[in-house]
């Protein structure tokens, strides 16, 4: 099927661990994101790669660090994990400027 | 969603057409969309428009735009149980191609 998948679907862990998501899209598209979804469902950007490159860069905590070994994947490495990082994160991806983004199903993160 | 704006919830019976209203801020983004998140799930996206037009139709949905209001709207004919979701609008900022959502509308179809 072609898709963007996202792994794991659901991840609890306690504070202070370091956990990775990862995220894959075999659309051949150029460019993939990360959103975060908080409990009140507003999404908001975190982080934005064009052919393996950082092209948007929002405001959030150095914690966080993607990763796009190519073009096709794009993970999300979390270090020192808190509570409020708990929210459901959405890997995204999209061919070009008139285009919608497809978004993966989700991850479910809950720190405790 | 600093900058669109949608209302939370509408509430509408099953046959009855539903109107979702959106607001956005920056008159330079061309594209705006819609998408419709169930419970659980990804966001599927369901439709979008160009910033020169002013109505797109396809099947029960119709969105309009009011380019000079920066206003948006999506009307769903005949809404069916399974419309039940969250819809969220989208603008595209020419700044990085990025997309920024309202809060979305809760959209309950009783029967």
């Known amino acids: 099927d072609t898709a963007v998948s996202q792994t794991p679907k659901y991840l609890v862990t306690q504070m202070g661990n370091d956990k990775s998501i990862k995220c894959e899209q075999n659309l051949g598209h150029d460019t993939m994101y990360w959103y975060k979804q908080d409990s009140k469902k507003f999404l908001k950007i975190m982080f934005s790669y064009n052919n393996k490159e950082l092209i948007i860069n929002e405001t959030v905590p150095n914690r966080f660090s993607p990763k796009s070994p190519d073009k096709a994947h794009l993970n999300l490495h979390i270090n020192s994990l808190e509570l409020g990082d708990s929210a459901v994160y959405f890997c995204?991806?999209?061919?070009?400027?008139?285009?919608?983004?497809?978004f993966g199903s989700g991850t479910r993160l809950t720190v405790v | 969603g600093e900058d669109v704006e949608q209302s939370l919830f509408l509430s509408v019976r099953e046959g009855d057409s539903s109107v979702i209203n959106c607001t956005y801020t920056d008159s330079s983004s061309t594209y705006l969309y819609w998408y419709k998140q169930e419970p659980g799930a990804g966001l599927q996206l369901l439709t979008y428009?160009?910033?020169?037009?002013d109505m797109k139709q396809d099947q029960r949905l119709t969105v309009l735009l009011n380019k000079k209001d920066k206003h948006l709207s999506l009307r769903i004919a005949d809404t069916q149980t399974g419309d039940s979701a969250i819809y969220f609008c989208a603008e595209k900022r020419n700044q990085g191609g990025k997309l920024i959502f309202g809060q979305g509308t809760e959209l309950s179809v009783k029967p």
């Open positions: 995204a991806s999209s061919r070009g400027s008139s285009d919608g983004y497809t």
């Open positions: 428009i160009f910033s020169n037009m």
